[in-house]
T-cell receptor, first 114, second 112 residues
């Protein structure tokens, strides 16, 4: 069975500061991992995905995530926060390539302090 | 290209009533998914259509929920009768290629 844990349901950072959103997964097979973002009144948008190629994955809007098998983590980072990054972020896992059923974490709401 | 459209965007109904949510996927997308997020919890998979066939409905909570996909195009999710615990945001997504999910904006359902 797959599971995802997102540490911190709310994270606040100052504009220009580092953004770090944590995600740990549990999987009995090599996982495929995703980060989605939901802006207010919008649908979920794919930020980036890990599919067993490079362990450091770059996504849209300057975000990146590093797959660390030894730590079962897939933390999301951005060097410098922007006001437009305020949103809710979801980490998700899928067990097989081609099986698109996703298991999500509980989400982290990111607030940017001016 | 038009995105995934869900309506209504909000619905408030009384316990015991029936509600039907609709999802219009991106034209040509064979795969259609329903997910639900109950307040403060994770987004959970409900079911997956390939064209008009149910590929996986393991996430459907009980038999009060009925999903259909007419002619492999739009899909409806009916809740009958609605209970308080059915409140949440219902997301639809469609895809054609693997990992090509596009999510709709969701329907916020409130059962009072």
């Amino acid at each position: 069975a797959q599971s995802v844990t997102q540490l911190g349901s709310h994270v606040s950072v100052s504009e220009g500061a580092l953004v770090l959103l944590r995600c740990n997964y549990s999987s009995s097979v090599p996982p495929y991992l995703f980060w989605y973002v939901q802006y207010p009144n919008q649908g979920l948008q794919l930020l980036l995905k890990y599919t067993s190629a490079a362990t450091l994955v770059k996504g849209i809007n300057g975000f990146e995530a590093e797959f660390k098998k030894s730590e079962t983590s897939f933390h999301l980072t951005k060097p410098s926060a922007h006001m437009s990054d305020a949103a809710e972020y979801f980490c998700a896992v899928s067990p097989y390539f081609g099986n698109e059923k996703l298991t999500f974490g509980t989400g982290t709401r990111l607030t940017i302090i001016p | 290209e038009a995105g995934v459209t869900q309506f209504p965007s909000h619905s408030v109904i009384e316990k015991g009533q029936t509600v039907t949510l609709r999802c219009d996927p991106i034209s040509g997308h064979d795969n259609l998914y329903w997910y639900r997020r109950v307040m403060g919890k994770e987004i959970k998979f409900l079911l997956h259509f390939v064209k008009e066939s149910k590929q996986d409905e393991s996430g459907m909570p009980n038999n009060r929920f009925l999903a259909e996909r007419t002619g492999g195009t739009y899909s409806t999710l009916k809740v009958q009768p609605a209970e308080l615990e059915d409140s949440g945001v219902y997301f639809c997504a469609s895809s054609q290629a693997v990992w090509g999910y596009t999510f709709g904006s969701g329907t916020r359902l409130t059962v009072v």
